[in-house]
């Protein structure tokens, strides 16, 4: 039998804990929700997030913003050049990107 070894398959990750199916065994991700996944985690564990708060000058809130998109340019199984990091209007942020193995993938 030949396996797949590039296929993604992880564990779906909310709050810091285990989402569960209704058949209460853990749920999983594949594809590029993996890789939204993982640069979640990578962007948390960065601090940079902690910068972000309380922050409303433009000028102090785009350097910030670019670091953003180079730590997930980072990983290589985004395409380098196609992510795009925007501040929405309630504060939260959306981070747009193409994978190398499966296209564009969901806001991260």
Do not use: C, W
């Not at 296929?7 to 890789?35: C, R, Y």
């Not at 910030?64 to 990091?85: A, C, H, M, S, Y």
């Amino acid at each position: 039998m030949k396996f797949d070894i590039a296929l993604h398959i992880d564990l779906e990750v909310q709050d810091g804990d285990f989402m569960l199916n209704d058949s209460l065994s853990p749920s999983t991700f594949k594809k590029a929700d993996v890789i939204s996944q993982d640069i979640k985690h990578r962007i948390l564990e960065s601090d940079l997030l902690t910068k972000l708060v309380g922050l409303r000058n433009k000028n102090g809130i785009a350097p910030i913003l670019t670091e953003l998109e180079l730590l997930t340019e980072q990983d290589n199984r985004v395409k380098p050049g196609t992510i795009k990091v925007h501040r929405n209007d309630d504060g939260t942020l959306s981070i747009n990107a193409q994978t190398r193995q499966y296209g564009s993938s969901n806001e991260l």
